[in-house]
């Protein structure tokens, strides 16, 4: 079976502070897909990053930062000094080559920036 | 990537009456998905719509509350059938262009609907 969980429900921080959001999932597949999508208050879905299973390296994309641990099931994101704009709810999501090809979502993290 | 036009945006209906929802894609797509995201929750794929044949439903999810068409490789329809306030939700396409090396994956704007 495959499952993605998101533990963190609600995240508040304050304007310029780190954040982190976790995302840990099971599979049982060696060849998959990771994604992370953001959901502002306007509903679109945004696609933020995909990683596949054989590629471990770390991604930076300005102030957005990936970490894929294969040994730990996770696919970590984290937004460095962040603003009002990055309030939203983040999305994590698997894809498994042999499963029909939709994604599966994590419940999602609802961040909240404050000035 | 895909671009799509998803309509209507936002409804407001009466219970037990239908919406019918577009997808309409600038280009040919391998798969396409419909997604509903209840208040507050995540997405839960509906189907998968198949082109020319009978879409794959997932488990909770049949055909005659939603059933869809693909008439062809760019469009496709959700139907919400029979509707009562619980359908009340975010109705997303997504689409998929290539199902070998890319895998990217383009969703619509959503179309919110309530149910009254």
């Known amino acids: 079976a495959q499952k993605v969980t998101q533990a963190q429900t609600e995240i508040s921080v304050v304007e310029k502070e780190d954040v982190t959001l976790d995302c840990v999932y099971e599979?049982?597949?060696?060849?998959?897909?990771l994604f992370w999508y953001k959901q502002p208050p306007s509903g679109e879905l945004v696609f933020l990053i995909r990683?596949?299973?054989?590629?471990?390296q770390n991604e930076i994309s300005g102030r957005y930062s990936w970490n894929f641990q294969k040994s730990t099931s996770s696919f970590n994101f984290t937004i460095t000094a962040s603003q009002v704009v990055d309030s939203a709810v983040y999305f994590c999501a698997l894809y498994l080559s042999n499963s029909g090809y939709a994604l599966n979502f994590g419940k999602g993290t609802s961040l909240l920036v404050t000035p | 990537s895909a671009v799509i036009s998803q309509k209507p945006s936002r409804d407001i209906c009466q219970r037990g009456t239908s919406l019918t929802i577009q997808c309409q894609v600038d280009s040919q797509v391998t798969m396409m998905f419909w997604y509903r995201q209840q208040p507050g929750q995540s997405l839960t794929l509906i189907a998968t719509a198949n082109q020319g044949s009978e879409a794959t439903y997932e488990s909770g999810f049949v055909i005659d509350k939603f059933p869809i068409s693909r008439p062809n490789l760019t469009f496709s329809t959700l139907t919400v059938s029979n509707m009562s306030p619980e359908d009340s939700s975010i109705y997303l396409c997504?689409?998929?262009?290539?199902?070998?090396?890319?895998?990217?994956?383009?969703f619509g704007s959503g179309t919110r609907l309530t149910v009254v």
């Open positions: 997504s689409v998929v262009k290539s199902t070998s090396g890319d895998y990217g994956y383009t």
């Open positions: 599979t049982r597949d060696t060849t998959y897909y």
């Open positions: 990683r596949n299973s054989f590629d471990e």
